[in-house]
């Protein structure tokens, strides 16, 4: 997949804890998440550059978010009890 070149904010810092969740991500979510947020491209050209339906995508980011969630939620308890 070739990425357009400076678009999004592709070269903000990102937590070590999200990027770490982000890569226990199926790839086709970590792709979604990619272009969506970090790219800032609208869910019609996601789905372009991916082959897929702007309702795979919405599916994709929805399941992303959810999982991503509760990566770091049971990261901070886990944190909480060793501190």
Sequence with gaps: MDLPAGE???DSPVDPQI???LVRLP???RQVIAL?????LDTARTAEM???TPNTVM???ARAIAALR???VSNDSR???HE
């Design 50 to 52: 991916l082959g897929i």
């Design 8 to 10: 999004g904010a592709a």
């Design 70 to 72: 509760n990566d770091l």
């Design 79 to 81: 944190s909480a009890h």
């Design 27 to 29: 790839p086709r979510q």
């Design 19 to 21: 990027m770490a969740a």
């Design 36 to 40: 969506r947020l970090l790219l800032d």
């Design 59 to 61: 599916a994709h980011m």
